[in-house]
């Protein structure tokens, strides 16, 4: 059942040397692409409140389908990875777009997911995948990167603060 009742997201900011000073990148990755859509909207929707734009099934699939449209930004394949098991199994995944379309955004890359699944958490996954992500935004000469998490969400705000991240605005989701 979806949850109708208003809830505050946190836009954060980090520079990248202090997330690449506070974590290694994961050892196996490669980069999220069009053809991990499924995986990343059933990680999405089992990771995710089922609210704003992860209020069903449907709304999810329909936000990560954007994502590699452009919808949401230009989309960094290389600032995406997905983190992979021995296996080659996938654990989490990260999604950048190189700046955010909205005219309020900070003017750098914006992580629109970090995404472990519910099993691999705990494991240093998302901190690897921002390691990762932040190498690469680097690489292409850029010093900051950005995102959004619910204010609700504890686990991933102390994740982010460790990392570097700090909070630049705050306000009620959109959704």
Not at 129 to 145: F, I, Y
Request: aromatic share 6%; charged share 25%.
């Amino acid at each position: 059942m979806a949850e109708n009742s208003p809830f505050t997201r946190i836009v954060m900011t980090a520079k990248v040397r202090d997330i690449l000073d506070a974590a290694q990148p994961w050892p196996t990755i490669r980069a999220i692409t069009s053809e991990d859509i499924p995986w990343l909207a059933n990680a999405a929707f089992e990771s995710y409140p089922r609210r704003g734009l992860h209020r069903d099934w449907d709304a999810t699939v329909a936000v990560t389908q954007e994502i590699f449209r452009g919808e949401w930004g230009p989309y960094m394949q290389v600032a995406s990875p997905a983190a992979l098991s021995e296996d080659g199994e996938i654990l989490g995944g990260v999604t950048t777009v190189l700046r955010l379309a909205r005219e309020d955004a900070p003017d750098h890359p914006y992580v629109l997911n970090c995404l472990t699944l519910p099993d691999h958490r705990g494991r240093g996954v998302a901190s690897g995948l921002l390691a990762a992500t932040a190498r690469a935004v680097a690489a292409v000469g850029e010093t900051q990167v950005s995102l959004t998490v619910d204010e609700d969400n504890a686990d991933a705000r102390r994740l982010y603060d460790r990392l570097g991240f700090a909070e630049v605005s705050r306000g009620p989701s959109a959704a």
